[in-house]
């Protein structure tokens, strides 16, 4: 039987590879102005990285336990960085949701767009760092 508290580990690497690669579609789509279906996968990537974002940062507020002492500050910060992703990928989601509807793909909006998505990679990579770090240097036996 699979434990509640292994929903967390088994969700987290769904952003940040989704995130990640997300951006570097976007990115190419810039690069390379006539592939459409490159700025149109970034935003499917960047939807479902929202998505799983949200169920990731669930997963860990509702399924793991508090950690004490220095494990615990080391929690927070992760959990913290956490929530900024979370934050930067809902406004990038609501940003391209807007360029989308008003047909604005071709104003300044994207530059917009390529920081604010950079930024969440940023913070998803850190808060991934900040995770495994969490676990190698506290959970794991040596």
Do not use: C
């Not at 459409?36 to 499917?44: D, H, S």
């Not at 959990?79 to 990928?89: K, N, P, S």
């Amino acid at each position: 039987m699979i434990s509640t508290s292994h929903f967390h580990p088994m969700l987290v690497h769904f952003p940040i590879a989704l995130v990640v690669f997300g951006f570097m579609f976007y990115f190419a789509s810039l690069i390379f102005k006539k592939e459409e279906n490159l700025a149109k996968t970034a935003a499917y990537l960047l939807f479902v990285g929202t998505l799983t974002a949200i169920t990731a940062l669930l997963s860990g507020i509702l399924f793991t336990s508090d950690l004490s002492g220095s494990a615990g500050e080391a929690q927070e910060t992760h959990e913290m960085f956490a929530w900024i992703t979370v934050g930067i990928l809902f406004a990038t989601s609501l940003l391209r949701l807007f360029i989308i509807n008003k047909n604005k793909s071709n104003s300044t909006l994207k530059w917009v767009e390529f920081v604010l998505y950079g930024l969440a990679t940023i913070s998803v990579s850190i808060t991934g760092f900040l995770g495994g770090s969490l676990v190698y240097n506290f959970m794991m036996p040596l």
